[in-house]
Every structure is written in structure tokens, then in C-alpha cells.
């Protein structure tokens, strides 16, 4: 008797962008749900290309530009598998499902004008191509197509989506103007990745339970862990960004530095600074030779220092990545790693109220795998 060839099966969507193994969907139920939400992410996905296809040409190819670069869908996959906890993939599922994401990308064309970033999902940013006042109206359209879609929705989804919108807002406007005088560095920063990031996380759970029918009882627990969930992510980034394995990461260690964005990892070295010898000698040379405020008026190797009136050599690449790699192996970064943990493991057990079963046990190794991401 012949021998039957392997069958080889595609890879889960809901596997792939949420970084989970196949491992996971063991159960008849499982790889049930699996299917739904796959299919559900196809329509999502010719949904967000009809919603940000503008008939003017200048619209519709800016608003079309970051969607076209990729991105993982984690929200939307998201808003697809807390629906499971209900009726499943029915038609608002999916339209609140495309309006989170058409969010999340206006979002991204404002973040790159306000933090001039160069790149975004491995292509020049919106605003190095048409310029910051393009990038910022795509923006804007963008939103208000997110809004139009939750219209249609009802009065909860257009509730739903205002406040998100202002999270979204109030996140990005404190963190431009920093703490106030008093207020505590590290839980403004907390509270910034809350609203910049953990909002929409938790904004995109919440709809797949309010537009499945789900049980009411679940929507605070899935509240909480994307709330919780999404400063993990935050957290896990600040020490992605001194990783010293630019292929793997995709970026230069100390990109943010470079760029004069304060992490979690700088707050607890000028804690530390404040007590250790070492610690403000460490500071010192970041501020002063790898954060932009003092280099950016260099445009030569040599510097005058206004601290002491001589003339400074500023410091090779190579002496960067040093100073970079101090930090990488100090104990405040290690912390950093820590806290992410621990807003995981929170995230995790905000989920005690719901049900055992498929869409548990995906969101729990979901904030698993959020966390293996620095290893």
C-alpha cells in the first residue's frame, strides 16, 4: 500500500500575528477558532483596503501607503478572537475590527511627523515622502474614517472610539511636555504608555465583546489586559532598543537614544545617579555624547564644550556603541526587563473571569510571547 504524501497545512493568522505557536491550537475547538478568525481577517483585510481607498489620488495614495507596508494586525486579531467569547466573526465584529485598525494607522502617520522618524514597517516614513503637512491630513482622514465606520455602529461603538481618540491624544501630548514640576517621571511615563498604546489594545478587546453579544461580566477583565498588556509591549521595546543584534531587531542599538526619546531604562539610571557614582557617570556620557541635545550643534568632530570652555572631541560610533552597551548590561535595564514581566503577568491574571477554553488560553500566550520578544 502506497503511503499517504504529509499534509501540510497553512500557518494560523491568528498564529502568525500574534506570534503564538501552532502548539497552542491542539483542540478540535482550537483550530476551530483558528479558522473563524482566519477568515474573519480576510475580510477584515479587504475591508481596510476598500475603507482607505479615497477617490482624491493624493488621499488615497498617502492613506494607502502604510497600509500597503505590511503590519501584523495584532488589534484587529485581537477584536476577532475576544469575539469568540460570543456570537464570533458576525458583520460588526469586523467593521469594528477594520475602524481599530484604520486607527491605529492614522496614529502612525502622526506618531512619525511628532517623533521625525525616518522609517516605518521597512519603508521611508509618510512624511519623508509628501512632506509633514500631507502625512499629518492623512492623519486626520484617517481618523475620521475610523469614526465613520463606528458610527454605523451605534452610540457604544462612537463612545467607544471618542475616548480611545482622546487617550490616544493625551498620550502623545504628555509625551511631548513631560512631567510636570513634582509629578513623578516614572508614572507619567507609565501613564503615556497606557494611553499611546494600552488604550487601543484594550479599545480592540473590549469591541469583540460588546459586538459579539458576549457577556457583559467580560469586558472589564479583557480592559485590563489590554491595558496591562500593551505597557508590557512598551516596556519590552525600551530593551529591545539596546539590544545589541540590529538584524534581529531591525534597529541600531540605541535608536531611541540616538533620537533623544527617554525610556524607562534612562528614568531608572537618573534614579540610580542620584545615589551611585557610577550610575551619574553613565548618565553623564549619555546626555552628553549619545542623546542629540549637545551633538546636533556639532557639525564638525571637534565641539565646544560651554561646561567647561574647552574644545571636545565628540565620540566615534564605535564609542557610542559602547556607552549604549553600558547601559544594555546595567541593572536598571535588567528592572526594565523586570516591570515587563510583571505588567504581563498582571495582564494574565486580569483574564481569571473568563471562561477556561480557546480564546483564554490564546490571550495568555499571547502576553507570553510579548515578553520572549527581548530573549
Known amino acids: 500500500m502506497k503511503a499517504s504524501p504529509p499534509v501540510v497545512r497553512r500557518s494560523s493568522a491568528l498564529a502568525a500575528n500574534l506570534g503564538l505557536s501552532e502548539r497552542v491550537f491542539s483542540s478540535a475547538a482550537d483550530r476551530a477558532m483558528s479558522r473563524s478568525i482566519d477568515a474573519g481577517l480576510d475580510r477584515v483585510e479587504a475591508g481596510l483596503v476598500r475603507e482607505v481607498g479615497f477617490a482624491d489620488p493624493i488621499a488615497g495614495e498617502s492613506a494607502r501607503y502604510l497600509l500597503d507596508a505590511g503590519g501584523k494586525r495584532v488589534r484587529p486579531m485581537l477584536?476577532?478572537?475576544?469575539?469568540?467569547?460570543?456570537?464570533?466573526?458576525?458583520?460588526?465584529?469586523?467593521?469594528?475590527?477594520?475602524?481599530?485598525?484604520?486607527?491605529?494607522?492614522?496614529?502612525?502617520?502622526?506618531?512619525?511627523?511628532?517623533?521625525?522618524?525616518?522609517?516605518?514597517?521597512?519603508?521611508?516614513?509618510?512624511?519623508?515622502?509628501?512632506?509633514?503637512?500631507?502625512?499629518?491630513?492623512?492623519?486626520?482622514?484617517?481618523?475620521?474614517?475610523?469614526?465613520?465606520?463606528?458610527?454605523?455602529?451605534?452610540?457604544?461603538?462612537?463612545?467607544?472610539?471618542?475616548?480611545?481618540?482622546?487617550?490616544?491624544?493625551?498620550?502623545?501630548?504628555?509625551?511631548?511636555?513631560g512631567p510636570r514640576p513634582g509629578e513623578d517621571p516614572v508614572a507619567h511615563y507609565i501613564q503615556v504608555l497606557a494611553d499611546k498604546t494600552g488604550s487601543l489594545i484594550a479599545a480592540a478587546a473590549r469591541a469583540g465583546v460588546i459586538f459579539s453579544r458576549a457577556d457583559p461580566a467580560y469586558e472589564l477583565p479583557v480592559v485590563e489586559f489590554g491595558e496591562r498588556i500593551g505597557v508590557a509591549f512598551q516596556l519590552i521595546d525600551d530593551v529591545i532598543d539596546l539590544s545589541p543584534q540590529p538584524e534581529a531587531t531591525g534597529k541600531v542599538p540605541g535608536t531611541d537614544l540616538r533620537a533623544g526619546v527617554v525610556t524607562l531604562p534612562i528614568l531608572r539610571l537618573r534614579e540610580a545617579a542620584a545615589t551611585d557614582a557610577a550610575s551619574?557617570?553613565?548618565?553623564?556620557?549619555?546626555?552628553?555624547?549619545?542623546?542629540p541635545a549637545s551633538r546636533d550643534a556639532a557639525e564638525a568632530r571637534d565641539a565646544y564644550d560651554t561646561n567647561t570652555g574647552a574644545v571636545r572631541t565628540i565620540p566615534s560610533a564605535t564609542?557610542?556603541?559602547?556607552?549604549?552597551?553600558?547601559?544594555?548590561?546595567?541593572?536598571?535595564?535588567?528592572?526594565?526587563?523586570?516591570?515587563?514581566?510583571?505588567?504581563?503577568?498582571?495582564?494574565?491574571?486580569?483574564?481569571?473571569?473568563?471562561?477556561?477554553?480557546?480564546?483564554?488560553?490564546?490571550?495568555?500566550?499571547?502576553?507570553?510571547?510579548?515578553v520572549e520578544r527581548s530573549s
Open 280 to 291: 551619574a557617570d553613565l548618565l553623564a556620557r549619555i546626555e552628553r555624547d549619545v542623546m
Open 319 to 370: 564609542a557610542i556603541d559602547g556607552i549604549v552597551g553600558e547601559l544594555r548590561e546595567h541593572a536598571v535595564t535588567r528592572a526594565t526587563l523586570e516591570e515587563a514581566h510583571r505588567w504581563a503577568r498582571e495582564a494574565v491574571e486580569a483574564l481569571a473571569p473568563l471562561p477556561d477554553g480557546s480564546v483564554k488560553k490564546a490571550l495568555t500566550r499571547f502576553a507570553e510571547t510579548v
Open 79 to 177: 477584536t476577532l478572537l475576544t469575539a469568540q467569547l460570543g456570537d464570533g466573526v458576525v458583520d460588526d465584529v469586523v467593521v469594528a475590527a477594520e475602524a481599530i485598525e484604520v486607527t491605529h494607522l492614522a496614529s502612525l502617520y502622526h506618531d512619525d511627523v511628532m517623533d521625525q522618524s525616518d522609517r516605518r514597517r521597512g519603508v521611508p516614513s509618510a512624511q519623508t515622502v509628501w512632506g509633514n503637512t500631507v502625512a499629518i491630513l492623512t492623519g486626520d482622514l484617517l481618523f475620521a474614517r475610523a469614526s465613520q465606520l463606528m458610527a454605523g455602529l451605534g452610540e457604544r461603538a462612537i463612545r467607544l472610539q471618542a475616548s480611545t481618540f482622546e487617550r490616544l491624544v493625551m498620550g502623545q501630548l504628555h509625551e511631548t511636555t
